[in-house]
């Protein structure tokens, strides 16, 4: 991954409309160079291209000289005039030929930066903890990677060339200018500054405003994903014409930001053209005095003409490649943003090495753990447990009791605030996250099911595994039944978030997915949650399958399903109060017993 071109600070959906003065600058764009500038030849051939095309528009004027100064000054100069329009000619065609290639490889260098830059910022999202995704809404990081690399491709693929081209063609121009006329080339490179001023001046405000005009953009992405993913709730609940009105407003306030950058660069263009027009007419009516008393000759007030109005053009059209490269260095900057973050979890400089074969023993000891966005509740207060190899543990307990933070803790999401989480005798924080989390497999109580093959899906235990292991996977898992009924079998695209499947089947892909990973500790929870009796059942059956000789943790709310466990953990305001069998914590008759005696109540 590139290393960090600039601090930045995190992601923040709700950013101010205007960015600090210190951060309206185009050194952003450092870090489009910074993956540019990995690919040399397609650079070099692209400048090269750029420096033909360039030389060959300024050198056009130079052939107008020629043909006006000695083509008309003679009858007999006939031959002249055909050299010098078969050189037009030749110069015609390198400049085709410069302007396609350079074409070619500024618009590759464009699409080969973004989709480097796209995989970059990926990689390090994917290093980050989940507690980042709980602050930063996954959909505004998501149009960070559509929109702002859109804006970054267009200032790779064009902006910058035509940057470029103004300015080697200004700053050439000017040569040419001073070699025509230097009287008159001082002249016009006096009011050169004055029309850059405006740039300088306004294009501060066009950057505050493309960062904004883009952050409500990002706003209708994120908003029109999250109605989208939800389309059955806004239909059950009447609520089309309230997301209609609330859509409607993010669209506005986008057009609304957008108008404020479209009036602060009309104002740029008009002035800037209102003086580079008003240059040119005032360079033409005091140069007439110099060609009448024969300091000028006509060819030469004709190219230098025309080279006048190549420099000013090119210096004009400055303003709005200015804003242009303002709005990808806003683009450029909330990519560094996400380029620049740091882990939170990572594996120290030396990792301890965890122990081969793995036993799978887990062992809290006198753990303190807050949730940062919820410091003032203890999830977990003095918490120990041990969990020997191959044992099965229960986890149960009311809702906030602490169970879900178990998990996450093994699975090394976050650090514990005191005390130790370890597995095989080895506290986690000394470990590489992704040797811990290579032991652990998880079966979630909301089962996440790719947009993808069902082949993929089950591959996402352990994507080494032939058909074959798949197969034997889904058998285990009640599976293989359902899986071979589909169009394509394994090959079938199982839709968004499985829609093409139930709750059940995609449980059931949950259980063989996780049979693939085929680790020596097992995290199930509330793994036959809301399913039908059937489904239950089947899913039940593949559980114990997949509990065999494992370290098993199960986080259950429904009783039943824990019943046969040897021991039960009964948890409560982050601690244990209760533990043993289900008789000897019926016998008890504390929290479990009365949990137990409303279900199995309300079940009878």
Not at 161 to 177: D, E, F, H, K, P
Not at 364 to 387: G, K, M
């Amino acid at each position: 991954m590139a290393d960090p071109v600039q601090a930045a600070p995190q992601p923040n959906p709700n950013a101010s409309d205007t960015a600090p003065p210190g951060r309206r600058k185009l050194s952003n764009l450092l870090m489009i160079w910074h993956y540019g500038s990995r690919y040399p030849a397609q650079l070099t051939i692209a400048l090269l291209a750029l420096l033909t095309t360039s030389a060959t528009t300024l050198y056009i004027p130079w052939t107008f000289k020629s043909v006006i100064d000695r083509g008309f000054s003679s009858a007999g100069n006939s031959e002249h005039i055909d050299r010098v329009f078969y050189g037009l000619f030749g110069l015609v065609a390198v400049l085709a030929i410069a302007t396609a290639v350079r074409f070619y490889f500024v618009s590759w260098l464009g699409e080969r930066t973004v989709a480097d830059i796209r995989t970059a910022v990926q990689a390090n999202l994917l290093r980050l903890a989940p507690r980042w995704f709980e602050e930063n809404r996954p959909s505004e990081v998501a149009s960070r990677l559509t929109s702002d690399t859109a804006q970054i491709e267009n200032a790779v693929g064009t902006t910058v060339s035509v940057a470029l081209r103004n300015v080697l063609t200004g700053i050439g121009g000017i040569i040419s200018l001073f070699a025509l006329a230097p009287k008159l080339a001082g002249l016009l490179l006096l009011g050169i500054p004055v029309m850059v001023l405006p740039i300088v001046l306004l294009g501060r405000r066009v950057q505050a405003y493309s960062r904004s005009s883009q952050d409500r953009i990002a706003d209708i992405g994120a908003m029109a994903v999250e109605t989208f993913g939800a389309m059955k709730i806004v239909q059950a609940f009447g609520q089309e014409q309230r997301e209609t009105e609330r859509f409607a407003g993010a669209v506005e306030r986008s057009f609304a930001a957008a108008k404020r950058r479209i009036r602060i660069r009309a104002i740029m263009t008009a002035l800037v053209i209102g003086l580079i027009f008003g240059a040119v007419t005032l360079l033409m009516w005091t140069t007439l005095a110099d060609v009448s008393a024969g300091r000028l000759t006509g060819g030469a007030l004709t190219a230098f003409i025309f080279t006048a109005g190549l420099v000013t053009g090119a210096f004009g059209a400055l303003t709005e490649v200015y804003g242009d490269l303002l709005r990808a260095s806003g683009a450029a900057e909330r990519l560094a943003e996400l380029l620049n973050e740091e882990p939170e979890i990572a594996a120290p400089a030396a990792p301890a090495v965890l122990p081969v074969p793995a036993r799978g023993t887990v062992s809290f000891d006198h753990v303190e753990f807050r949730y940062p966005t919820r410091q003032d509740v203890a999830a977990l207060h003095d918490f120990s447990l041990d969990i020997l190899s191959g044992e099965t543990v229960a986890i149960v307990g009311p809702s906030g009791a602490g169970k879900t933070t178990l998990f996450q803790l093994i699975q090394r999401f976050y650090d514990p605030d005191a005390g130790a989480v370890r597995i095989d005798g080895v506290d986690l924080r000394d470990a590489d996250p992704a040797e811990v989390r290579a032991r652990i497999a998880m079966v979630p109580q909301e089962t996440v099911i790719f947009g993808a093959t069902a082949r993929d899906n089950l591959r996402y235990g352990r994507w080494s595994a032939h058909d074959d292991e798949l197969w034997a996977a889904a058998e285990a898992a009640n599976a293989a039944e359902f899986l071979r009924k589909l169009p394509e079998g394994l090959d079938t695209f199982l839709g968004e978030s499985g829609a093409r499947l139930s709750g059940g089947q995609r449980q059931r892909v949950a259980i063989a997915r996780a049979l693939l990973r085929d680790a020596p500790i097992l995290l199930l929870d509330e793994a036959t949650s809301a399913l039908d009796a059937e489904s239950e059942r089947l899913v039940q059956e593949a559980l114990e399958r997949l509990m065999d000789h494992r370290t098993t943790l199960v986080i259950a709310h429904r009783l039943a399903t824990v019943r046969a466990a040897k021991r039960i953990i009964v948890m409560r305001d982050g601690q244990i109060v209760e533990q043993g069998s289900h008789g000897a914590l019926i016998g008890q008759n504390g929290l479990y017993a009365r949990l137990a005696s409303l279900q199995f109540n309300e079940a009878a």
